[in-house]
């Protein structure tokens, strides 16, 4: 339906940036209209300032202003002709894809440890005696017995974190149960935890 004097946005050419507004797309296309150079610096640095007002940000002011300027270099589908003070993005750089992060490919012995405690275990195994160990022995320990409770791997008995953390320390760390003591743990919380882990999964 179309009303005379009135003008919808599904009507109107499709503006680059949507977060900046259609004003300020019509400030930018009027820079790049303007033959002065000089003007059309002056235009675009007021245009940048506004931008700015407009979206503030607590990040890095160099790359807060460099995304500002590779925005502006955008709507002006790069004909804008003006000394930028950075190097801006081309259109290629912007269009190409990052290189897929590559995920470790190691398999781990046992999941529910997770690669995290089968890190923990490489360190403890080239650790010399001593209470930085004895620190890093108590929390492996006591995550490991966690995570037997939370996956429902037996009753997270303290024999099984034993015999567990000397295996995959190649007999390294030898836990003394009739002196080590382990953290007390919420088991209703684990428990918890556990019941919203098998509901995922479903």
């Not at 650790?127 to 490991?144: C, F, K, S, W, Y």
């Not at 974190?161 to 003394?176: H, K, S």
């Amino acid at each position: 339906m179309n009303i005379e004097g009135l003008d919808y946005n599904t009507q109107r050419e499709r503006i680059k940036l949507n977060e900046y507004g259609r004003e300020i797309q019509q400030m930018v296309d009027y820079c790049v209209s303007i033959p002065d150079r000089e003007e059309r610096q002056v235009c675009a640095e007021a245009i940048i300032d506004t931008m700015r007002k407009m979206n503030p940000s607590d990040q890095n002011v160099n790359d807060r202003m460099q995304t500002l300027w590779d925005h502006l270099a955008l709507m002006s589908d790069f004909k804008l002709d003006i000394d930028y003070p950075v190097e801006i993005t081309t259109a290629e750089q912007m269009a190409s894809k990052p290189e897929p992060v590559a995920y470790p490919n190691t398999r781990i012995p046992v999941r529910h440890y997770g690669r995290a405690l089968f890190e923990l275990f490489e360190t403890l195994k080239t650790m010399e005696p001593g209470e930085e160990r004895d620190t890093l022995v108590r929390m492996t320990a006591n995550q490991m017995k966690r995570c037997l409770l939370l996956w429902g791997h037996g009753n997270g008995d303290d024999e099984k974190v034993a015999d567990d953390l000397a295996r995959f320390t190649d007999g390294v760390i030898q836990l003394d149960l009739d002196s080590f003591r382990f953290d007390k743990i919420d088991v209703q919380s684990i428990a918890q935890q556990a019941k919203l882990k098998k509901q995922k999964k479903k």
